[in-house]
């Protein structure tokens, strides 16, 4: 079954350190990807995509993923934490059959 | 001017009522989406409409039933609540012609007591 995983739950990481959140896929095909934010009591909120073309992508708020076939990953990262990016982060594939498939999810942590 | 809408934000019912959550798009989209979030922030599907038409419907409880008055409008009835029902549930939407990049509603959150 097509699926995505999302490795911790639960990533700390101090304010001003690098940010590195997991994603892998299961497809020989590959899919589109995004990773969305939710913040407290909020919607959730699209970060990036990949649909085709260029293996890194650029998003909001100095987030950038980088998409590897060889892989099978998407991680999201970003070079400086701030305390505002402590948030819930799914990452989440599109195999072409209208289901968008979420991974369950990693809270991030920043630390003073 | 807020994109994707959803009333109420909170819903506190008792077992074995019937309630609706209903949700409004600005964007033009033709797509629009029910999501379930549990308490462990597992985030899954429900229905998906296109241009009214019911394109998903997941194993979903039939006492779940979307309605598509419009493309602009997808609401969602739930009658006889249970306990298990409560949960976060989000609205979204997607313009198939540009792919499934789906905006979010800010979410309903239902309290079944």
């Known amino acids: 079954a097509q699926s995505v995983t999302q490795l911790g739950s639960h990533v700390s990481v101090s304010e001003g350190a690098l940010v590195l959140l997991r994603c892998n896929y299961s497809?020989?095909?590959?899919?589109?990807l995004f990773w969305y934010v939710q913040y407290p009591n909020q919607g959730l909120q699209l970060l990036l995509k990949?649909?085709?073309?260029?293996?890194l992508v650029k998003g909001i708020n100095g987030f950038e993923a980088e998409f590897k076939k060889s892989e099978t990953s998407f991680h999201l990262t970003k070079p400086s934490a701030h305390m505002s990016d402590a948030a819930e982060y799914f990452c989440?594939?599109?195999?072409?059959?209208?289901?968008?498939?979420f991974g369950k999810g990693t809270r991030l942590h920043i630390l003073p | 001017d807020t994109a994707v809408s959803q009333t109420p934000k909170y819903l506190v019912t008792q077992m074995g009522n019937d309630k609706s959550i209903k949700c409004e798009q600005n964007?033009?989209?033709?797509?629009m989406y029910w999501y379930k979030q549990d308490s462990k922030k597992f985030l899954k599907i429900m229905f998906s409409?296109?241009?009214?038409?019911?394109?998903i419907n997941e194993t979903v409880p039939n006492r779940f039933s979307p309605k598509s008055p419009d493309k602009a409008h997808l609401n969602l009835h739930i009658n006889s609540l249970e306990l298990g029902d409560s949960a976060v549930y989000f609205c979204?939407?997607?313009?198939?012609?540009?792919?499934?990049?789906?905006?979010f509603g800010q979410g309903t959150r239902l309290t079944v007591v």
């Open positions: 979204a939407s997607s313009l198939t012609s540009q792919g499934p990049e789906a905006f």
């Open positions: 497809s020989s095909v590959p899919p589109y």
């Open positions: 990949y649909t085709t073309g260029a293996t």
């Open positions: 989440a594939v599109w195999y072409r059959d209208d289901k968008i498939i």
């Open positions: 964007l033009g989209h033709d797509t």
């Open positions: 409409y296109n241009n009214k038409e019911l394109i």
